[in-house]
């Protein structure tokens, strides 16, 4: 079995595969300050909930990570737990996706990851993909494989993380969409800034980001918060939770003994 790990700013997400399947999976808080023993101590109890440990069935582990401190200790706790290194998406990956942008090694893994999956998802097709994250990430992938680049907005918590702490007589809210744009409290205006104005943004880079690359372009949705808000979107037509997991797996395939080039 496969362990891929995506370490986002906010959440840590788990997957188990066996062979092509998702098995089980899990998410974490990301804390930075946590020890390789420490994350040991957390990915074993997971491990457990499905009656699996560091040392039965686990043959394989792939992490992507835009959290330094984190990367390194998880490759730590792989080496000291598992008893072999981790496959780490970076620079030298066998991804066999060509990176056509002006420094490749900007470019967050996850997004890597996400990029492998939908080209794997819609092969032979263009498509967006839309990350819906600490971040807000829009990204195009050519119907040859090619990452061409994307956009990075501030994701809905981050933008309202920032609207509450700047403004006195605003209180944290629930973030739900309203019944109408026009909210009739405080709590309903937020709300339909914060949901539909996500959704109004994701719209809008779609459509420019499509114009850019040409032609018929499929458009994927995936991250922790994509459930709030694709569902006011007219321009998404895929929701996939698990895409950024995907696309580990099949970088982890790459990779592998007897692995294809890129």
Request: with cysteine.
């Amino acid at each position: 079995m496969l362990l891929a790990v995506d370490v986002g700013n906010t959440q840590t997400h788990l997957g188990v595969f066996k062979r092509d399947e998702l098995f089980r999976e899990w998410r974490a808080s990301t804390d930075g300050r946590r020890t390789a023993d420490e994350l040991a101590l957390m990915f074993g109890q997971f491990l457990s909930l499905a009656d699996l440990s560091f040392s039965r069935e686990i043959s394989g582990v792939v992490i992507s990570s835009v959290v330094p401190p984190v990367t390194q200790e998880l490759r730590e706790m792989t080496l000291r737990y598992f008893g072999f290194a981790p496959i780490v998406v970076g620079p030298g990956t066998r991804t066999g996706i060509a990176v056509l942008t002006d420094n490749p090694r900007e470019v967050g893994a996850d997004r890597i990851a996400n990029a492998v999956a939908a080209h794997h998802m819609f092969s032979g097709a263009s498509s967006i993909v839309v990350d819906f994250g600490t971040a807000l990430t829009v990204d195009a992938v050519s119907a040859k494989g090619e990452y061409l680049g994307g956009a990075i907005a501030p994701g809905l918590e981050t933008s309202a993380s920032a609207l509450f702490k700047s403004t006195a007589q605003i209180q944290r809210v629930e973030l739900v969409a309203p019944p109408r744009a026009l909210g009739k409290s405080t709590v309903t205006c937020v709300q339909s800034g914060l949901v539909y104005g996500t959704a109004g943004l994701v719209d809008g880079l779609i459509e420019r980001v499509a114009d850019e690359i040409g032609g018929t372009t499929n458009v994927v949705a995936t991250g922790g918060l994509a459930s709030t808000v694709v569902k006011h979107c007219r321009l998404i037509g895929h929701v996939e939770p698990m895409l950024t997991l995907t696309g580990l797996r099949l970088i982890f395939d790459r990779n592998v003994e007897g692995a294809g080039d890129d």
